[in-house]
DNA sequence: GTGAAAGCGCTAACAC
DNA sequence: GTGTTAGCGCTTTCAC
């Protein structure tokens, strides 16, 4: 069943099924509603493929995976797929081992299967994306600076993300906040420590090393880390954990030890996951659902900026008595 | 650029170009290499568009991914990816959300853009998937049973895969084996305890309640499930965790008590997630590789089973001590 | 071995 | 308003 099919039943010509199809005006009235009865009538839709050959588009956006896997890529994913839809575009996805061996580039972006593509791979080359951009398609790569602009990035801006936190506690008076780092040698972790310390430096407190404890980034080491923290003295007035994660363990911890939160200990994350609303944690948002919308837009040359870099947003709840 | 302009540089037909391009025989030798050689010169890629409306395929595979993730669906989804791409299949992704508010059947499976369907979400029901394979397409649907094989389906044998696991810590001898299970109302936590029951019972054992605590699959509650077990008197010889991240909680208290892993008290988890294998944790594998593969190959038609469950795979390591 | 020509199912000028 | 027709770029049958 195609367009000829249904402008026979219709008896009219497949021109104004197509018009009919593509709500275009200048049809009667009465012509539309018989050749929608007749569209209804016979279940039909028309062939996607067949319109992206002569509208020379296809619709499809690509999208390269990192191999492993943090939780945030999928959620960046869906708020893609959600501003995707909305525009009429598919998602066409696969992981970045795929992109590289079998030749992604020529078989996606040259054979014209995708429009645009958007690239998530930490690990990601300036050649690599030289590569890729060569086919004349669009390309956006996301979470990675390059010294230099070659190509459009998206980026949030983890410096001033932590920055905004710490110096909303100082604001608030707390005299001695301390930090619970992530591992000393991931990036994210050492750009909240950056701005940590910035906040400190433009309040007026000196940094206090032992004030300083590193974890990896998982809940068990948020509990150690405040225990090793209470071990070595008096703990801090306020406590800003580097991610929720670590910020619960933590929070385990003070509670067993009846600690207050925030009367005697104010606590702050960073990342607000799911689960962070339900213990009222204070914490900074990444603004996943607008980075998504950004990505898409980007890549469809909707926007043209070079580099985007969105800032984190301040989510105060109870956990930080502000 | 398109395969005329191809044929006129090379001095040939189009239809010869056709056949160089798709490796088919009967064209000379010679005839052959300088085709090749204009492709080449001229950086050539034929539309897939194209190619698949004169073949009135699409080479798309569609995907849906539940709404919540939890690294499971993206490793599963990393698989099929791989397993879709050595197949020359491309995956069109979008999350339960766009597929229910937007009309994803139709949009897709009816109007061509993909072959086929993997629907991979748990809360889907009886009444959704068969209004999706009344377009015609195959559709597949992992980690969810039904009463009726009405539509082809892929599940992991949960309960086979934990009574593997405490029988091998039964048949070693140990004569206590307790368990921390996940939330009572999760599916999953509850076929892992039916299999740690069926296998106390299957070795003569009998269910002692006491050896027996619910966690919530976070590390931190495998931390203070043993320490409860702990409180409540002698801990059992070996203990089974519902899933590794909560067998590491666990780990982390034993080894805080000074207790030895497996010489006083052994440790299993379930799911074996990246970090296992650094913690030397004897746990089950969910064969993730092997499901995307099966997956793919249903949605393609190319097996034909309607109820495929494929059964976890024991990981023996040091912290069992067998 | 190779080429001409007829599709694949749709869109969009242009004519009526 | 509606129909005719010429593509979109490729595959494939059938002559030669």
Redesign the pocket.
Known sequence: M???D??KLA?????????V??H?P???E???EKVWQVIRDMG????I???N????KSQCIGVILPEIETGFYSELLKSMDLEATLRGYFLLVTFSHSARELGWGEKFLHSGMVEGLIVMMPEVSEVMIKNLMKWGRRVVVLNKKFSKPFVPTLNVDDVDASYQLVSHLLQHGYETVGIVTGPKENFDSQERLVGYMKALLDHGKKFDPSLVEEGDFTEISGYEAVERMSGRGKLPRAIFFSNDAMAMGGIRWLEKKGIKIPEEVAVAGFDDVELSKHLRLTTVRIPIKEMGKIAVESVLGIREEREIIVKGELVIRESCGC
């Not at 039909?44 to 062939?47: A, H, M, R």
């Not at 050959?53 to 020379?56: D, G």
């Open positions: 195609n367009i000829d249904i402008a008896g009219v010509s497949k021109a104004t099924v197509s018009r199809l593509n275009r200048f049809v009667r009465e012509t539309r039909f839709s028309p062939s493929i067949a319109r050959l002569s509208l020379k």
